[in-house]
Nanobody, 119 residues
Framework: QGQLVESGGGLVQAGGSLRLSCAATERSFSNFVVGWFRKAPGKEREFVARIMRGGISPSYGASVEGRFTISRDDAKNTAYLQMNGLKPEDTAVYYC????????????WGQGTQVTVSS
C-alpha cells in the first residue's frame, strides 16, 4: 500500500503556525481517505482531522476545530495539515494515515513528526 512520510514539524511559540505535509509513495493516493492523528506523552492517540477523496467533507477533532485545516493535493500525492493558533497542549507527535473509504480501519501510517509548542 505504499509509504507515508510526514514533515514540517518543529518548535513554535504559542499562537504560531506550522504546516505539516504527508507525502505518499502510493500512486493511487487519491483513492484513499487521509487522516491526521497525534500522540502526546502519557495520553491516548487522538484523532485530529480527516479528509475524504476529492478533498471533500473535512472533519476535525473538537480540540482543533477552527484552528487546523486539512487539505490534499492528489496531483502531488500529498496531504497537509495547516495548524494556526497553536497552544502548548497541541504538543505531540503527529501522524498521517490512509484508509479505504469502505473501512474505518487505518492500515497505513507514517513515522510521525514532532510538534512542540512553547508557552
Amino acid at each position: 500500500q505504499g509509504q507515508l512520510v510526514e514533515s514540517g514539524g518543529g518548535l513554535v511559540q504559542a499562537g504560531g503556525s506550522l504546516r505539516l505535509s504527508c507525502a505518499a509513495t502510493e500512486r493511487s493516493f487519491s483513492n484513499f481517505v487521509v487522516g491526521w492523528f497525534r500522540k502526546a506523552p502519557g495520553k491516548e492517540r487522538e484523532f485530529v482531522a480527516r479528509i475524504m477523496r476529492g478533498g471533500i467533507s473535512p472533519s476535525y477533532g473538537a480540540s482543533v476545530e477552527g484552528r487546523f485545516t486539512i487539505s490534499r493535493d492528489d496531483a502531488k500525492n500529498t496531504a497537509y495539515l495547516q495548524m494556526n493558533g497553536l497552544k502548548p497542549e497541541d504538543t505531540a507527535v503527529y501522524y498521517c494515515a490512509v484508509r479505504s473509504v469502505f473501512s474505518e480501519n487505518w492500515p497505513v501510517w507514517g513515522q510521525g513528526t514532532q510538534v512542540t509548542v512553547s508557552s
